[in-house]
């Protein structure tokens, strides 16, 4: 089965950074991806690592260690808008995208 | 010009009874999934279907059956509704079989299920 973890809170300010880190137990990989979720909203896809590094995306930032079955989502310049629910979900070696259970991110003026 | 949608937005209904959601994407995608979304907030994959194929179905009560009457559509009936199955039910597109590490997946604005 897959085990992902990541916290279940954290509060910030605007214009300030935010990292969410997410640790994982899968059997196999085959990547992981970081979606955003407003509440009673879709999930909506923010990036993608498959290789260890980092993988830049204008505000948003994603990390990845393999080796570590670790990665981690750097926000950047906070905005309100960007308070939201982060999911950490990766794809196994079946191929199936397990999620983790969420950090819900509050943006604070 | 909605990619990925879904009917009803909310479902309230009785236990016992039986009710359907519907789902259809535009994007021309070749797979399509139903994940249901629980008051914890983890998202697990249901069923699975490329091009009309089953090819997820996971540890599910058989009350639950879906049905794909073409690649753009996947439907989702559940029969003798209980209250353990209220929940966010979320439909999902993807452009491959889901076999490619860089298939993202795309989802519907999701079906707010509350059984009474």
């Known amino acids: 089965g897959q085990n992902i973890d990541q916290p279940t809170e954290m509060t910030a300010t605007e214009g300030a950074i935010v990292q969410i880190n997410c640790t994982y137990q899968?059997?196999?990989?085959?990547?992981l991806f970081w979606y955003q979720q407003h509440a009673g909203e879709a999930p909506t896809f923010l990036s993608y690592n498959v290789l260890d590094g980092l993988e830049e995306k204008g505000r948003f930032s994603s990390f990845l260690s393999r080796s570590k079955g670790y990665s981690y989502l750097l926000l950047k310049e906070l905005q309100m808008k960007d308070s939201a629910s982060y999911l950490c979900a990766v794809k196994g070696g079946d191929y199936k995208l397990s999620f983790g259970a969420g950090t819900t991110v509050t943006v604070r003026a | 010009d909605t990619a990925v949608s879904q009917t009803p937005k909310y479902l309230v209904t009785q236990m016992g009874n039986d009710k359907s959601i519907k789902c259809e994407q535009n994007l021309g995608h070749d797979t399509m999934y139903w994940y249901k979304q629980d008051s914890k907030k983890f998202l697990k994959i249901m069923f699975s279907y490329n091009n009309k194929e089953l090819i997820i179905n996971e540890t599910v009560p058989n009350r639950f059956s879906p049905k794909s009457p073409d690649k753009a559509h996947l439907n989702l009936h559940i029969n003798s509704l209980e209250l353990g199955d209220s929940a966010v039910y979320f439909c999902?597109?993807?452009?491959?079989?889901?076999?490619?590490?860089?298939?993202?997946?795309?989802f519907g604005p999701g079906t707010r299920l509350t059984v009474l």
């Open positions: 999902a597109s993807s452009q491959g079989l889901g076999d490619s590490a860089t298939d993202t997946q795309y």
């Open positions: 899968t059997s196999g990989f085959n990547g």
